[in-house]
């Protein structure tokens, strides 16, 4: 019997292959390695990210589900709750307790209770409505308050940029 | 890129030693011929990096095959940490410095990136889906070896510094104590794991083995860390290299003993506070632990907030965070006040008793439950009676002490659950017919003083919105409704009887009277009153406290007068406070349902009964001698 971290990511595979919800797909990206997976993401329809698929790589920790996992972009992004280098700040990815940016409520925090869709559903519906409070990426914050028709334009360019169409 | 290094390495050290040959032509006077020379002795040196790189490499592939990424770059990590500890370490024996020493360093270094590896390996065990056998030979005969190694090099380190005195061995004896640790823990790690991969189930107390070998090795290395630091700061100078790693392993220690700390509590109120769930409990709901996402077949838990979880992964969870993991209830707050909750029920009759012992016919339902308070509380403003002082000390202050315990106990996490569990529900239920009514001068009342000192996530989650209790306060409200409507009767009828007497001398002194009588009323009834009592101080028409005042009045005019007028005063002071904790909590609701009950079916006649009662009550009261007021 292998550790509990391990069963109950085989359980979550299992799950999200049977029954995937829309718009997301995700996997190990090894068969040996189900601490490392590979997402992809459809941007959600109706915002400036529609028609792009943003791959993400989410990594567990060995205390999964006790932990969360973290998550990465592996495409550039440019959005208010994305660091410049991929790394997505949403409150269901953060353990209660620490609070980076001192604004989420713990309710919205990470619980065993969380899984791998749960997660990948917030980052979509963060991707059509950013906190920009949040200000992981601040550029993109002010951008996305002040000058909605240049973040739009640079979310487009973005989309095309996963499409391998050329920019 | 190795190989082209190596290439050109053996190269040159062929040259190096071709050259020394070709110009001295015989062994001897080569070797001193390349020792002499710098450049040669550089090109020597290097060689030896290499030859054990490569053998390295070599029992890598023996024992490890080929490393993940993660190993690799753990490995690359500590490896160049360790290295500039060596070179801190080179500083204090400058003195011995020789390629002797520098060998030694090289051994040192080479067997703790074994150990590393080793570690890795057996932590990965833990998460690999498939393991061979080849890997359970790999680990066993890898950690075998660096076993013996260890322990030789330590006995020679021993040995030679019993000899010849404190010299580098005594580094090196430590190193090699401390990897010997290493090697301990790992093996054990190593061991649990394989017992575990033998069985189908899950292992529970594998988690609790785990954690107490990191305590026990925790303790052995910051022991050895100390004893070493102190040893070498007597002899030779404060060890600058160890302090990395010494304070890396205080702060491991530490944290382990936080986690047996936390772990040892978490059982411990797993055992005592929540019960086992009952197997139609795990049929009704879905039946799996939504922590590790299997069935629950045995060894599950019920919460207080009715979540059902596996034990072993409550636990788990549980030292890192004292909130049920659905719904976020704070489990440390809500038992405390259960268990306070369960001394109440069984206190309730003594303290009725002590407090009224002239109170109406026992049994005699609503009506009793009615007058009793108003007994109660009339009968103790009048006179501060010692007895019914120090029955209900024992029951009413610790609930406030405790409140403020759980309070302090709370880890910052406020419960937003906003469901009170039933279970809670019931403590409060048996409060108000005497926790209101408790004499002025036990002033503690049952609940915080202050709402200020709730958070408003607190209060929130005081108020409950399940359909139940919502029902509760809609029902509450209707018997609010129609105790005013009765008192309204009442005070009409008392106003016709006033207006056909004589203007009475003491018509002033009820008034204050009739404000703290209302008091009782008001808890009685619900939140909603309440402020509106407290604030109608003055006026006689308070409707809701008529038919208390009334009582008072009819007292007032048996000559009890004086005594109730005075202790009024205090009463006012200290019945405000309830008010306002009365609304800190509206569940206390439920507990009017049999009183109101009863109240819902009153007509005239059974009010004229209810008046009549405490009318013959009082009456009771001043002829018994025990309960009389002694302040006459």
Same mark, same amino acid.
């Given at each position: 019997m292998a550790g509990s971290a391990l069963r109950r990511l085989m359980a979550e595979y299992k799950q999200l292959t049977m029954d995937p919800p829309e718009g997301i797909a995700a996997g190990p990206i090894s068969e040996d390695n189900f601490f490392e997976w590979e997402a992809l993401i459809a941007g959600p329809e109706g915002t400036c990210f529609e028609g792009g698929v943003f791959p993400a790589r989410l990594v567990f920790p060995p205390?999964?589900?006790?932990?969360?996992?973290?998550?990465?972009?592996?495409?550039?992004?440019?959005?208010?709750?994305?660091?410049?280098?991929?790394?997505?700040?949403? *409150?269901? +990815?953060?353990? /209660?307790? @620490?609070?980076?940016?001192?604004?989420?409520?713990?309710?919205?925090?990470?619980?065993?209770?969380?899984?791998?869709?749960?997660?990948?559903?917030?980052?979509? *519906?963060? +991707?059509?409505? /950013?906190? @920009?409070?949040?200000?992981?990426?601040v550029d993109a914050a002010i951008m996305w308050r002040e000058r909605r028709d240049e973040f739009n334009r640079i979310a487009q360019r973005l989309v095309r940029k996963t499409l391998g169409l050329s920019a | 890129m190795q190989l082209l290094i190596s290439s050109v390495c053996m190269a040159l050290t062929s040259a190096v030693i071709g050259n020394a040959y070709y110009q001295k032509q015989q062994f001897y006077p080569a070797v001193v011929y390349i020792t002499k020379s710098n450049a040669s002795m550089a090109v020597i040196y290097i060689q030896f990096f290499v030859i054990v790189f490569m053998f390295g490499k070599l029992l890598?592939?023996?024992?490890?095959?080929?490393?993940?990424?993660?190993?690799?770059?753990?490995?690359?990590?500590?490896?160049?940490?360790?290295?500039?500890?060596?070179?801190?370490?080179?500083?204090?024996?400058r003195d011995d410095f020789n390629p002797r020493f520098v060998a030694l360093f090289t051994v040192l270094l080479f067997l703790k990136s074994f150990h590393w590896l080793a570690e890795e390996r057996v932590d990965f065990m833990e998460r690999s889906p498939v393991l061979g056998w080849l890997f359970h030979i790999r680990v066993g005969s890898l950690l075998t070896m660096l076993g013996i190694l260890d322990y030789v090099l330590l006995m020679h380190a021993y040995n030679s510094t019993l000899v010849r005195g404190p010299t580098v061995q005594l580094v090196f004896g430590f190193e090699y104590a401390i990897l010997l640790t290493v090697i301990a823990s790992t093996a054990i790690k190593y061991v649990l794991h394989a017992a575990e991969m033998r069985t189908d189930t899950p292992w529970e107390n594998k988690a609790v083995f785990l954690l107490y070998t990191e305590l026990v090795i925790g303790l052995i290395k910051v022991v050895l860390y100390l004893l070493f630091v102190v040893i070498m700061a007597k002899i030779y100078a404060?060890?600058?290299?160890?302090?990395?790693?010494?304070?890396?392993?205080?702060?491991?220690?530490?944290?382990?003993?936080?986690?047996?700390?936390?772990?040892?509590?978490?059982?411990?109120?797993?055992?005592?506070?929540?019960?086992?769930?009952?197997?139609?409990?795990?049929?009704?709901?879905?039946?799996?632990?939504?922590?590790?996402?299997?069935?629950?077949?045995?060894?599950?838990?019920?919460?207080?907030?009715?979540?059902?979880?596996?034990?072993?992964?409550?636990?788990?969870?549980?030292?890192?965070?004292?909130?049920?993991?659905?719904?976020?209830?704070?489990?440390?707050?809500?038992?405390?006040?259960?268990?306070?909750?369960?001394?109440?029920?069984?206190?309730?009759?003594?303290?009725?008793?002590?407090?009224?012992?002239?109170?109406?016919?026992?049994?005699?339902?609503?009506?009793?439950?009615?007058?009793?308070?108003?007994?109660?509380?009339?009968?103790?403003?009048?006179?501060?009676?010692?007895?019914?002082?120090?029955?209900?000390?024992?029951?009413?202050?610790?609930?406030?002490?405790?409140?403020?315990?759980?309070?302090?106990?709370?880890?910052?996490?406020?419960?937003?659950?906003?469901?009170?569990?039933?279970?809670?529900?019931?403590?409060?239920?048996?409060?108000?017919?005497?926790?209101?009514?408790?004499?002025?001068?036990?002033?503690p009342p049952p609940m915080p003083q202050d709402l200020n000192a709730f958070n408003e996530e607190e209060l929130l989650s005081m108020e409950g919105n399940l359909r139940k209790h919502i029902e509760e306060r809609i029902k509450m409200l209707r018997n609010i409704s129609l105790m005013v409507d009765s008192a309204n009767i009442l005070m009409q009828q008392y106003q016709g009887i006033i207006a056909r007497l004589p203007p009475p001398v003491h018509v002033l002194p009820p008034n204050p009277t009739v404000a703290a009588q209302s008091v009782p009323v008001a808890t009685d009834a619900a939140t909603a009153v309440g402020p509106a009592t407290t604030l109608t101080s003055a006026p006689v028409c308070d409707k809701p406290s008529t038919s208390r005042a009334s009582a008072v009045e009819v007292k007032s005019h048996e000559g009890h007068q004086n005594s109730v007028t005075t202790s009024n005063t205090v009463v006012n002071a200290s019945e405000k406070v309830t008010i306002e904790d009365l609304g800190a909590e509206e569940d206390i609701v439920p507990s009017n349902d049999e009183a109101s009950l009863d109240v819902d079916s009153e007509d005239s006649s059974e009010l004229s009964e209810l008046r009549k009662r405490r009318l013959k009550f009082l009456e009771e009261r001043n002829k018994s001698p025990t309960t009389s007021d002694k302040a006459d």
């Open positions: 205390d999964y589900p006790l932990s969360p996992p973290k998550m990465k972009f592996t495409c550039d992004m440019f959005h208010p709750n994305i660091f410049s280098d991929g790394r997505v700040c949403i *409150s269901i +990815l953060h353990a /209660p307790g @620490d609070d980076p940016m001192g604004y989420e409520l713990s309710a919205e925090r990470w619980s065993p209770v969380q899984s791998v869709e749960k997660i990948l559903l917030s980052v979509v *519906s963060m +991707l059509a409505e /950013p906190n @920009d409070e949040s200000g992981a990426n | 890598r592939k023996i024992f490890l095959g080929t490393l993940r990424a993660a190993e690799f770059e753990h490995l690359l990590e500590r490896f160049w940490y360790a290295l500039t500890e060596t070179c801190l370490a080179f500083t204090v024996f404060l060890p600058m290299f160890v302090f990395r790693p010494m304070f890396f392993t205080i702060r491991n220690f530490r944290k382990a003993l936080n986690d047996v700390i936390m772990s040892r509590r978490a059982i411990r109120n797993m055992n005592t506070l929540y019960p086992d769930a009952t197997p139609e409990e795990l049929r009704q709901s879905d039946n799996i632990c939504i922590i590790c996402r299997e069935d629950m077949v045995n060894h599950s838990k019920k919460l207080p907030c009715g979540h059902i979880f596996h034990t072993t992964c409550l636990r788990s969870w549980f030292q890192r965070q004292q909130t049920c993991p659905t719904c976020r209830l704070n489990i440390l707050r809500t038992p405390t006040v259960n268990s306070t909750a369960i001394p109440r029920p069984a206190d309730e009759p003594a303290n009725a008793a002590a407090a009224a012992p002239a109170a109406g016919p026992p049994g005699a339902g609503a009506n009793a439950a009615i007058i009793n308070p108003t007994a109660a509380a009339t009968h103790e403003t009048a006179q501060p009676h010692p007895n019914g002082t120090a029955m209900r000390n024992p029951a009413v202050p610790n609930f406030a002490d405790i409140f403020a315990e759980t309070n302090n106990l709370g880890n910052g996490i406020p419960n937003l659950a906003g469901i009170p569990p039933p279970p809670m529900l019931s403590p409060f239920m048996m409060q108000p017919p005497f926790a209101y009514f408790t004499p002025p001068i036990v002033p």
